[in-house]
């Protein structure tokens, strides 16, 4: 066994909830943070056989990983396995100078701060806490601290959103000059408050979500970046110091590499079995305290669901596909009529979508499917 050579690491606690939100997540309990890193700690002890002894990433995310107690977090930092590139997701209002120089001295080299829209009003809609103003602040102290791999996270489709709003995100975020963007469209799961609150407001983005999507494309691409993922977005080599600025961690889910997750809700993928932790704080604590595993659910991947996963995974980036890694989840008749439409090319062996395939995505997928 190789091992996995991705680690995720989840951090659930949160200051608040925001109501569009569907991870797994933690409000206050603060008094439980030195317990919980605990517990990571021997799961990590327990799991170090299913990782390879060199690791190409390490990605804490959330929850709000930056809230974690400091003496907690520091802990934590100091116990994880060395990693090309080390990630926290970080919220604005949770930066300081202390913070920054923390992470730079623990070998984090890339900070992922959720910025999400630059106006306060749909900021409030979103229930955030931070103001652009923290955003700002906290790309700058990032900045004094040594990161030069910085990335942003934007959000669209908010209730109240029109397209003036999604170009001035755009303007606001390329002036910090970020490595790296991600733009999401909002998905606010059925039933939950923020549905209720913002349904039929919710209903016309959706209308306009293509638009959107567009808009970010061709603004972000038009300033020098590549767009390399559905979602994603770095600066290309030649503005980069010829450093490739793809996100490590995330090419590794749409590579289909195995990946190790710790901590509550966390997932892993390894040799054909995927593994669900609980997501109960309490039973993932009990569990480890008593040095056993934390209580999981186990999925057996079928080669055939992996080569499925492999493809719908794969076009959304924007390199080839080999054929040979996806034989048999491909419907050739399909693939043909794609490919004369324009939304695919297929060859020397490889498979991908052109970019008006792109913006269409998952209803090409779908097609290709045998």
């Given at each position: ?297 186990v999925e057996y991947l079928p080669t055939h669901v992996r080569v499925v996963e492999r493809l719908m ?28 439409a324009g939304l695919a090319a297929s060859a020397g062996g490889s498979l991908t979508l052109t970019p008006r395939g792109r913006f269409l995505g998952g209803a090409v997928t ?5």
């Amino acid at each position: 066994m190789v091992g996995a050579r991705h680690l995720y690491v989840h951090l659930p606690f949160c200051a608040s909830r925001c109501g569009y939100c569907d991870f797994v997540t933690v409000v206050g309990r603060a008094d439980t943070h030195g317990r919980y890193v605990d517990a990571l700690l021997r799961e990590l002890e327990l799991e170090r056989p299913r990782l390879a002894p060199r690791l190409e990433s390490v990605y804490l995310g959330g929850g709000t990983p930056t809230l974690t107690a400091p003496p907690a977090f520091e802990r934590l930092l100091d116990a994880l396995p060395p990693a090309r590139e080390v990630t926290v997701e970080a919220n604005p209002e949770t930066v300081t100078s202390g913070l920054a120089s923390l992470l730079a001295r623990k070998s984090v080299n890339r900070v992922s701060i959720g910025a999400q829209t630059f106006h306060m009003h749909l900021l409030d809609v979103l229930d955030r806490r931070a103001g652009p103003d923290d955003v700002r602040r906290s790309v700058h102290l990032l900045r004094d601290a040594g990161f030069d791999n910085i990335s942003l996270d934007l959000v669209y489709g908010i209730p109240g959103q029109e397209p003036a709003h999604v170009a001035r995100d755009l303007e606001e975020a390329l002036a910090l000059e970020p490595e790296h963007l991600s733009a999401y469209e909002l998905e606010a799961k059925p039933g939950t408050r923020f549905t209720h609150a913002h349904g039929a407001e919710l209903e016309r983005q959706a209308e306009t979500m293509e638009s959107y999507f567009e808009q970010v494309v061709e603004t972000l691409t038009a300033s020098g970046y590549r767009w390399y993922e559905t979602a994603s977005f770095c600066r290309r080599p030649g503005l980069a110091g010829g450093r490739d600025l793809r996100a490590r961690h995330n090419l590794g889910y749409w590579l289909g590499r195995d990946y190790l997750g710790l901590g509550i809700g966390a997932v892993s993928t390894i040799e054909n079995r995927r593994l669900r932790n609980t997501p109960s704080l309490g039973r993932y604590l009990e569990a480890l305290e008593r040095r056993k595993p934390p209580p999981r659910d186990v999925e057996y991947l079928p080669t055939h669901v992996r080569v499925v996963e492999r493809l719908m995974l794969g076009l959304r980036l924007d390199e080839p596909v080999p054929l040979g890694d996806v034989a048999g989840a491909v419907d050739e008749a399909e693939l043909g009529r794609l490919v004369e439409a324009g939304l695919a090319a297929s060859a020397g062996g490889s498979l991908t979508l052109t970019p008006r395939g792109r913006f269409l995505g998952g209803a090409v997928t779908a097609r290709l499917l045998a």
